[in-house]
């Protein structure tokens, strides 16, 4: 069956490869909670998910489609992402999720930022094990989201190739500001 390719189907496919039962993994936007819920999949009951959001809002989202879906594997962490080493150890997790923009159907006022952006990635970095993912949907626009769309563009060609891998997906045939897939594996 043909499948309409975006940037979140590209992530979850990744995310499916990199991702064992009974693992760890890092919803560092949680958002709506749909990745959340993604990953609470993929890692079962024996596995565990913490999420990390900013709002209110979207712990409740969250909360109520994990409840909706029967999924009991998340930790909710009402907390920036960049503070994400106050919950995980080093080399613990097997991936670590980042939708960087705003929370859809929210304050657009509200979004993310470089300045605590790649503080993030760079703890995400950190908390991923040898040979696991950071996953990584770019959603820009409006008001700063070129400005960290740039910079966070400009940061990934700073990553020390011998110890990541780091890639950059852009659907260069799609209209307006179309999300860029990025993802970064560490090395052994």
């Known amino acids: ?21 009974g693992g760890l993994c890092v919803d560092a936007t949680m958002g709506r909670g749909f990745d959340t819920a993604y990953l609470c999949g993929l890692t079962g009951p024996d596995g565990q998910v913490l999420a990390f959001d900013i ?24 907390d920036s992402h960049s503070n994400m080493e106050g919950y995980v150890k080093p080399e613990t ?16 006022s509200i979004f993310t930022r470089a300045e605590t952006s790649i503080p993030a990635i760079e703890a995400a970095m950190r908390v991923v094990r040898p040979e696991g993912l950071i996953s990584m949907c770019i959603y820009y626009g409006g008001e700063s989201g070129f400005e960290e769309r740039d910079a966070l ?28 897939f990025a993802y970064i594996i560490k090395e052994l």
């Open 1 to 21: 069956m043909p499948q309409n390719y975006n940037a979140l189907t590209l992530s979850h496919k990744m995310l499916a490869e990199f991702v064992r039962p």
């Open 93 to 108: 997790a097997d991936c670590v999720a980042f939708n960087f923009g705003w929370l859809p159907k929210g304050n657009h």
């Open 55 to 78: 709002q209110q809002d979207a712990l409740d989202s969250t909360t109520q489609l994990l409840k909706e879906r029967g999924l009991s594997n998340a930790r909710l962490i009402l």
């Open 153 to 180: 563009l400009r940061y990934f060609q700073t990553i020390d190739s011998q110890c990541y891998t780091v890639v950059v997906s852009q659907f260069v045939n799609r209209p307006n500001c179309p999300t860029i």
